[in-house]
């Protein structure tokens, strides 16, 4: 189960014109060590964020926003694929993104993206991701709210930890 979060913290996201979500909301991820959020949406792609030692991590959902099938799965496949992702039409990271194909989960894997799809959240831009020839998305992104802002308090404190 965290393996492949520990995986994804050490890494870190398909295309899509992601647009923010006013009527959803971030919940926090139960069950893990490290501090972690996710859109409450469950019908849309999305991204998981995390923190560890004060660095975002990134995982995103391609096919829905079904993080708890995610955190649950046991499954060790993966697969190394090409991706990008674009804020407001503008791509801004191309690289490599560990894919697994069993819930359709991909973590980049540097910590960049995880970075740029935080900061759209505080900006309020859409996050588009593309994996491979296969997977065009867009990201679920709701608005930063109480929970998001928790998050980020918590992740900034343990740089200063």
């Given at each position: 189960?965290?393996?492949?979060?520990?995986?994804?913290?050490?890494?870190?996201?398909?295309?899509?014109?992601?647009?923010?979500?006013?009527?959803?909301?971030?919940?926090?991820?139960?069950?893990?060590?490290?501090?972690?959020?996710?859109?409450?949406?469950?019908?849309?792609?999305?991204?998981?964020?995390?923190?560890?030692?004060?660095?975002?991590?990134?995982?995103?959902?391609?096919?829905?926003?079904?993080?708890?099938?995610?955190?649950?799965s046991s499954s060790n496949r993966t697969r190394n694929m090409s991706g990008s992702i674009e804020v407001?039409?503008?791509?801004?990271?191309?690289?490599?993104?560990?894919?697994?194909?069993?819930?359709?989960?991909?973590?980049?894997?540097?910590?960049?993206?995880?970075?740029?799809?935080?900061?759209?959240?505080?900006?309020?831009?859409?996050?588009?991701?593309?994996?491979?020839?296969?997977?065009?998305?867009?990201?679920?992104?709701?608005?930063?709210?109480?929970?998001?802002?928790?998050?980020?308090?918590?992740?900034?404190?343990?740089?200063?930890?």
């Amino acid at each position: 189960m965290l393996n492949f979060f520990a995986a994804a913290l050490l890494a870190a996201t398909a295309t899509s014109a992601a647009v923010p979500q006013d009527d959803a909301s971030w919940v926090r991820a139960e069950g893990l060590s490290i501090p972690a959020i996710y859109p409450s949406v469950k019908d849309q792609p999305g991204p998981l964020l995390t923190c560890n030692s004060g660095k975002y991590g990134l995982i995103i959902s391609t096919r829905d926003g079904d993080f708890d099938s995610i955190i649950d799965s046991s499954s060790n496949r993966t697969r190394n694929m090409s991706g990008s992702i674009e804020v407001d039409g503008e791509e801004t990271y191309k690289g490599f993104f560990s894919y697994r194909p069993g819930t359709g989960a991909a973590s980049a894997v540097e910590r960049k993206p995880a970075a740029q799809v935080f900061n759209a959240v505080v900006r309020g831009q859409s996050v588009d991701f593309r994996l491979g020839r296969k997977v065009e998305t867009t990201l679920s992104l709701p608005p930063m709210d109480d929970t998001f802002r928790t998050f980020a308090a918590e992740c900034k404190a343990q740089t200063t930890a």
